[in-house]
T-cell receptor
Framework: DAGVTQSPTHLIKTRGQQVTLRCSPK?????VSWYQQALGQGPQFIFQYYEEEERQRGNFPDRFSGHQFPNYSSELNVNALLLGDSALYLC?????????????FGPGTRLLVL | LAKTTQPISMDSYEGQEVNITCSHNNIATNDYITWYQQFPSQGPRFIIQ???TKVTNEVASLFIPADRKSSTLSLPRVSLSDTAVYYCLVAANHGSSNTGKLIFGQGTTLQVKP
């Protein structure tokens, strides 16, 4: 039973560029959430996708957008990259219908913006 | 959303039992208490989740008093590999408008010494 997978594992971009990160949820899960984790901080919620729609959003600018596909996988897009976007980007999956909706995290994508 | 307070850091020795207490005075009726463990440059790993009283799994125990305003994660006989950051979160369950949005604090950095 595969857990949450993310790609790529590491990425280096320059300011102003655009980036796309990918996530495949744990088998049987239908909901994907994205988090940004700066060095030394706890993860910060970006948004959540369910039924191919954004359901909740954290305090992130419109430069951060996402998509969920019919197979429940998801992408996170960040436009006009800033140095401050350098972070570990985490994807978490869950099952919306379950009582606790426990979220399971992937290994993350380390993004460095130069 | 309920805010959590936990110690910034704790030290222990191999073989000891470690108890990490988390305060969540404003926990709502719909909220579950969830603990995650995170190693450097990895995604948070789900440890245990509970609503009230005591929950035990193969990794840890979670003690929740009747008023649910705090909880204690208990790790029996820690080893060096338990050195990590431990996050306490309260998260709304299915049916709440806030489901899916996990709010992480800075967590408790546990250092296990030989």
């Amino acid at each position: 039973d595969a857990g949450v997978t993310q790609s790529p594992t590491h990425l280096i971009k320059t300011r102003g560029q655009q980036v796309t990160l990918r996530c495949s949820p744990k088998s049987g899960h239908d909901t994907v959430s994205w988090y940004q984790q700066a060095l030394g901080q706890g993860p910060q919620f970006i948004f959540q996708y369910y039924e191919e729609e954004e359901r909740q959003r954290g305090n992130f600018p419109d430069r951060f957008s996402g998509h969920q596909f019919p197979n429940y996988s998801s992408e996170l897009n960040v436009n006009a990259l800033l140095l401050g976007d350098s972070a570990l980007y985490l994807c978490a999956s869950s099952l919306k219908a379950s009582a606790q909706e426990t979220q399971y995290f992937g290994p993350g994508t380390r993004l460095l913006v130069l | 959303l309920a805010k959590t307070t936990q110690p910034i850091s704790m030290d222990s020795y191999e073989g000891q039992e470690v108890n990490i207490t988390c305060s969540h005075n404003n926990i709502a009726t719909n909220d579950y208490i969830t603990w995650y463990q995170q190693f450097p440059s990895q995604g948070p790993r789900f440890i245990i989740q509970g609503y009230k009283t005591k929950v035990t799994n193969e990794v840890a125990s979670l003690f929740i008093p009747a008023d649910r305003k705090s909880s204690t994660l208990s790790l029996p006989r820690v080893s060096l590999s338990d050195t990590a950051v431990y996050y306490c979160l309260v998260a709304a369950n299915h049916g709440s408008s806030n489901t899916g949005k996990l709010i992480f604090g800075q967590g408790t950095t546990l250092q296990v010494k030989p």
